[in-house]
């Protein structure tokens, strides 16, 4: 038996209609409603056939749901939950897919009724893309799936959502809000803000160098405009709503930058070398952990 009967989507981009796949695929007893503010983006789940009701409001597609799931932007969260609470069914789980958590928590922490259940959550997963025709029922296999469930959590209601990701495809760890948002900013927040950062140096110079720094781009700076491309609402509230978290991350990276130039500027191989091995090792650690191919080029095909 599934973990829930009927499972509600507010948000239906890359990560809603991901989740709606992979229900229909792996769950095809669940009942889905989904709603989404944008009404192209719900004319094309309609098309689509992502889930069973397209709901006019999000109050209406959580009516009834015994899981609502909120993939929203993290600046949207509270408006959303306030738009919610009054559906939410007492004995039903509310969770979301935001990147900060504690963000998450601030917003919606006293918005949830009496007898609902607020379990925060976070899949580490994810491209470039958005909207609902880039998802894709796989999207969430072999990829962990972080809750920060507060203190005093039904431990039933925990494993039913555990249940409800591993199902999906998932590993599931448990993990404290704030600690989560600092792991995150090292690991995703802090490579955007790199990425969105160099391109925009570049996008700078392409006037000065006629087009060379498209015309030549390497695999290195095409991986940064990969990441680049991601949804810029998204990005802008994950920068706004982990500010501490990745400010100090930031800072910490800023440190180690600074290390490396002063390096260059002495001729200091040793240290160079000595980073950049170290750097080889964490890559040869993701590749043995499953979290991305060891196929050359990033798996590409030419």
Same mark, same amino acid.
Request: aromatic fraction near 6%; charge should be negative; include cysteine.
């Given at each position: 038996?599934?973990?829930?009967?009927?499972?509600?989507?507010?948000?239906?981009?890359?990560?809603?209609?991901?989740?709606?796949?992979?229900?229909?695929?792996?769950?095809?007893?669940?009942?889905?409603?989904?709603?989404?503010?944008?009404?192209?983006?719900?004319?094309?789940?309609?098309?689509?056939?992502?889930?069973?009701?397209?709901?006019?409001?999000?109050?209406?597609?959580?009516?009834?749901?015994?899981?609502?799931?909120?993939?929203?932007?993290?600046?949207?969260?509270?408006?959303?939950?306030?738009?919610?609470?009054?559906?939410?069914?007492?004995?039903?789980?509310?969770?979301?897919?935001?990147?900060?958590?504690?963000?998450?928590?601030?917003?919606?922490?006293?918005?949830?009724?009496?007898?609902?259940?607020?379990?925060?959550?976070?899949?580490?997963?994810?491209?470039?893309?958005?909207?609902?025709?880039?998802?894709?029922?796989?999207?969430?296999?072999?990829?962990?799936?972080?809750?920060?469930?507060?203190?005093?959590?039904?431990?039933?209601?925990?494993?039913?959502?555990?249940?409800?990701?591993?199902?999906?495809?998932?590993?599931?760890?448990?993990?404290?809000?704030?600690?989560?948002?600092?792991?995150?900013?090292?690991?995703?927040?802090?490579?955007?803000?790199?990425?969105?950062?160099?391109?925009?140096?570049?996008?700078?110079?392409?006037?000065?160098?006629?087009?060379?720094?498209?015309?030549?781009?390497?695999?290195?700076?095409?991986?940064?405009?990969?990441?680049?491309?991601? $949804?810029?609402?998204?990005?802008? $509230?994950?920068?706004?709503?982990?500010? $501490?978290?990745?400010?100090?991350?930031?800072?910490?990276?800023?440190?180690?930058?600074?290390?490396?130039?002063?390096?260059?500027?002495?001729?200091?191989?040793?240290?160079?070398?000595?980073?950049?091995?170290?750097?080889?090792?964490?890559?040869?650690?993701?590749?043995?952990?499953?979290?991305?191919?060891?196929?050359?080029?990033?798996?590409?095909?030419?």
């Amino acid at each position: 038996m599934p973990p829930f009967r009927r499972v509600a989507l507010i948000g239906l981009g890359l990560i809603g209609s991901s989740i709606a796949r992979a229900v229909r695929a792996r769950m095809p007893g669940v009942a889905l409603a989904g709603h989404d503010r944008d009404a192209d983006v719900c004319e094309t789940v309609r098309r689509l056939g992502l889930v069973d009701e397209v709901a006019e409001t999000a109050a209406a597609a959580a009516r009834g749901a015994d899981l609502v799931v909120l993939a929203v932007p993290l600046g949207a969260m509270r408006a959303v939950g306030e738009a919610v609470r009054e559906a939410l069914a007492p004995g039903a789980v509310l969770t979301d897919v935001g990147s900060s958590k504690q963000a998450v928590i601030d917003a919606l922490g006293d918005l949830v009724p009496a007898g609902v259940h607020f379990v925060p959550g976070h899949p580490v997963a994810g491209t470039e893309r958005s909207g609902p025709e880039a998802g894709f029922a796989s999207l969430f296999e072999g990829r962990w799936c972080i809750l920060t469930p507060p203190d005093g959590t039904d431990p039933e209601v925990l494993g039913r959502l555990e249940a409800f990701w591993t199902g999906l495809g998932a590993r599931v760890e448990r993990m404290d809000a704030r600690h989560h948002d600092l792991v995150l900013a090292i690991t995703s927040h802090l490579p955007h803000l790199i990425a969105y950062s160099i391109v925009g140096t570049a996008s700078d110079l392409e006037e000065v160098t006629k087009a060379e720094v498209i015309k030549y781009s390497a695999g290195g700076f095409r991986d940064f405009t990969r990441i680049a491309a991601s $949804d810029p609402t998204m990005w802008r $509230d994950v920068f706004l709503m982990n500010r $501490d978290a990745v400010l100090e991350m930031l800072a910490r990276f800023s440190e180690d930058l600074a290390a490396l130039q002063r390096a260059i500027r002495w001729g200091d191989g040793e240290t160079l070398y000595r980073r950049f091995e170290a750097s080889r090792a964490i890559r040869r650690a993701i590749v043995d952990a499953g979290q991305d191919t060891p196929a050359p080029d990033f798996g590409r095909s030419h």
